[in-house]
């Protein structure tokens, strides 16, 4: 008998994110749900993470409509979210009541499992959203950052690990968002979780594949007894994305583990998204190699094109590897935060102003603010001089307890704010999108009757834009660079006319 | 300590054979050599496979001059080469004195290690140039392909190898064309060979990426005791060709096992690649991705590119998936024969025309002398009907002796033919490009003069073509298909004038 592994399929979620933007319009995903229904996955991962902030953003889908529709094509399975902690799927910390609401909110409306992670890997930052999971009855898993520095060794995370236990997470998380975990650490990892929390605590492994490595370190985390892995369907896989999920079932064959996915069900979803994928291809990462320089530098491919893009309306797109040689200092000096939403990008974006104004000239405020504690405690100590610049920039003094125990009730203001907004429909789920997202809130209430903005707006842009669509499209015509003739005909008269641009 | 594991380097011929159809031009491979002479790699495979035909029809480029010119360029390094047995690298069986004369002639140019395979992995095919590799004194790799069946089990795989092992050979290679090489059968193919032929057999595993799996196989395999495995580096590697280089040294890192291989003239190998791919856009296979479907059919994606086209060229493309299902049923009236040049052109050229024609009703020369032994022996029983169809066609018997055991000396008259050729520079390197293809060599001895075609015509015909190269040039100007108004000044006027397509 094998021992059965549990898949959590990624592509309703962070195959997307990491391939395509997380541009997916709900249309794209609605005709293949009852496929995915049926594949036998342990969970399938479809909210949280960056999609809440795209429907409203660029998709005006109403994110917590986009839950129902998946509570209601994927009756047989367990839906999943990533959430940031304290931080839930906004860039600050919320007060404990809103982090409550918003479980309480995405549990009634059809999530079953909660992966909730913090960029510091400050467990105190988990405490609340885990115990809020707990309470409404659905499954909370507790996640380890992977990262790789000094300080980070296998018996640091595996105490972590048994800090989550002790918050009664009912699986753990490795989350290895940057590809940087190597076969023998994953099997160093997970064996001494299950050593040190009992065979039976569930582990979970979700790894991008960015480093080409990481099938290999799944291989070894089923070997060291993980349970659960995280893929996504091949034709929405590698480069910064995940493994192809048909080839984890094929690499399990005649081994003591095997899968219960219906492989004739993968290969429609496979012919599903091999179809939807061109028509994003304006958004494709520029990551879909294998760029194992990542283990030097470890930085994810995301936070690459950030700082490539803040480089570039500086005109500075040439100071790129400077930029990445400075992101490791910037990280040592912050006490080496692991580099994951936020914290990759307060630190990348310090890393570009250091190379472009001189190093720590200007401190941003988010930076100061990490130096000083308001994101949580870090695993390394922090520049003591860092601090004290923080502290005079920001006229706060540093802390070290948990950083929302500094916030006040805040629910029945930020009520009262999204009431106000033409559009805003009264419900604790506009509360919220208000809460995380107060910029992009009263554009997306406003405009929200209008519908989803996908194929026929977003996506023909898309399209158009993409050179190989503009090659294929007969209709495109674009400006002139080089003097060309025409045989034109004016009434009667036809003339040879040369027009160049002017 | 950890186990060194040596790497073969496929970039200079596998790599692009398998992802840029062979088109490379030598150009393009000279500014790297000395990277690559010093990365530290076992060896470096830069001839043979597809490379020779390549060179005399499209590149214009004398296969035996690219030979001296890597061997001049890698002087630390082993050249390795891939050889089809009693085929040499043509399409027919040659006689011993043409094999040996081929052997001599590649070792005195500076060829190390010869890796010999047969498409029916009928050992007698091998003998012959084998023996001829051992008598100038290089390395002989006896291969065994590796495919599935219901008669291919690793006993059959380690018989094979043991075979090898009596004949001689320095090295065993398992040779994974398709990717379906699982990572538990690496395990134990590898073993089991280790365990039958002694443990200081050197054990070398080439296996493509298509599948997406076979990264974990590399590690089986080595966890097994490979002593070598092959990869491409990253930026020419993954789809339908290999492995990336730098994944399998980070996979290693940690585990009992390394290379010693240098990362800083991996990148700088990585770098030249990533340069030289997009001009060579044209020749880009369309495996790029994981195509685990492979699995069930068996079939390597070169063979279905061959068999689209033609299928194309009758106007059938649509029946695709019958060929793909015939193609099992042909294979298994084979005798299970693998699936690789030749046998994977014979095979599926017989799978279109059974389904464009109905079943056998049509057999090509190629499916009749297969079936009557005149390509050796095959691991299954034939189908007996189909002998009888084609003594009753080829009015001649079957055979069970070694195809090269009927054809008598045919040196001196291929050496007559090639000197009667115009440009034939008369070496027996020359006698040996008539041998290999009297249909190309006539027009390549004859324009052998103007030199290498390659970026001068080849490529820039390629760029030119490729549909985002065509969109990046600000200066192409197509066709228009509807009205454009331009303003036009003709001397003093200004008119507005439309132009429309005649």
Redesign the interface.
């Known amino acids: 008998m094998s021992r059965n592994i549990g898949v959590t399929e990624l592509v309703l979620r962070d195959g997307h994110q990491s391939l395509l933007a997380t541009r997916m319009a709900m249309e794209d995903m609605v005709p293949i749900c009852d496929q995915i229904d049926q594949a036998g996955y342990w969970s399938v991962e479809c909210w949280g993470g960056a999609t809440y902030d795209s429907c409203i953003r660029f998709l005006n889908e109403d994110p917590w409509e986009r839950l129902r529709t998946f509570r209601q094509l994927l009756p047989n399975t367990r839906l999943q979210m990533l959430l940031r902690g304290q931080n839930l799927l906004g860039y600050r910390h919320y007060e404990d009541g809103v982090v409550s609401r918003f479980v309480e909110k995405a549990a009634e409306n059809g999530m079953d499992v909660f992966r909730v992670f913090d960029a510091l890997n400050d467990v105190r930052n988990l405490h609340s959203a885990i115990r809020a999971v707990r309470r409404v009855g659905k499954h909370a898993e507790g996640t380890i950052c992977y990262t790789t520095s000094p300080l980070h060794t296998v018996e640091k995370f595996v105490e972590m690990a048994q800090q989550l236990c002790e918050l009664g997470c009912d699986s753990i998380c490795i989350k290895d968002m940057a590809a940087l975990m190597?076969?023998?650490?994953a099997y160093d990892l997970v064996h001494g979780i299950k050593q040190a929390c009992g065979s039976d605590t569930l582990v979970h492994v979700h790894v991008h594949s960015t480093?080409?490595?990481t099938?290999?370190s799944l291989?070894k985390a089923i070997e060291a007894g993980a349970d659960i892995v995280d893929t996504s369907i091949?034709?929405l896989?590698?480069g910064s994305g995940h493994?192809?999920t048909?080839?984890l079932?094929?690499?399990l064959?005649?081994?003591g583990y095997s899968t219960s996915l219906d492989?004739s069900r993968l290969?429609k979803i496979k012919e599903h998204f091999a179809e939807v994928r061109p028509r994003y291809a304006k958004f494709e990462s520029k990551y879909i190699?294998?760029?194992?320089?990542i283990?030097d530098s470890q930085i994810p491919g995301g936070m690459i094109s950030n700082m490539e893009s803040q480089l570039k309306q500086q005109g500075a797109e040439k100071r790129i590897d400077e930029v990445l040689a400075e992101v490791p200092n910037v990280r040592k000096d912050a006490g080496y935060v692991p580099l994951v939403t936020p914290s990759s990008q307060i630190v990348g974006t310090q890393a570009v102003l250091n190379v472009l104004m001189g190093k720590y000239k200007t401190l941003t405020r988010e930076f100061a603010e990490l130096m000083l504690g308001y994101y949580g405690a870090a695993i390394g100590e922090r520049s003591a001089k860092l601090i004290e610049a923080s502290t005079k920039q920001l006229k706060k003094e540093p802390i070290d307890c948990r950083p929302a125990d500094l916030l006040s009730s805040e629910w029945d203001e930020l009520r009262s704010q999204a009431l106000a907004l033409p559009g805003c429909n009264g419900t604790d789920e506009d509360v919220l999108t208000h809460a995380l997202f107060p910029q992009v809130a009263p554009k997306f209430f406003a405009h929200r009757a209008e519908g989803p903005r996908n194929l026929s707006q977003n996506l023909a842009t898309a399209h158009a834009d993409h050179?190989?669509a503009?090659?294929?499209s007969?209709?495109t015509?674009r400006p002139?660079?080089?003097p060309?003739t025409?045989q034109?005909r004016?009434g009667m008269n036809s003339?040879k006319?040369t027009?160049e641009p002017a």
């Open positions: 190597r076969p023998q650490v480093t080409g490595v099938l290999v291989m091949s034709s896989s590698l493994n192809p048909e080839a079932v094929e690499m064959v005649g081994t492989k290969l190699g294998v760029e194992t320089q283990f050179p190989t503009k090659a294929a007969k209709t015509v002139i660079s080089s060309v025409f034109v004016v003339h006319v027009v």
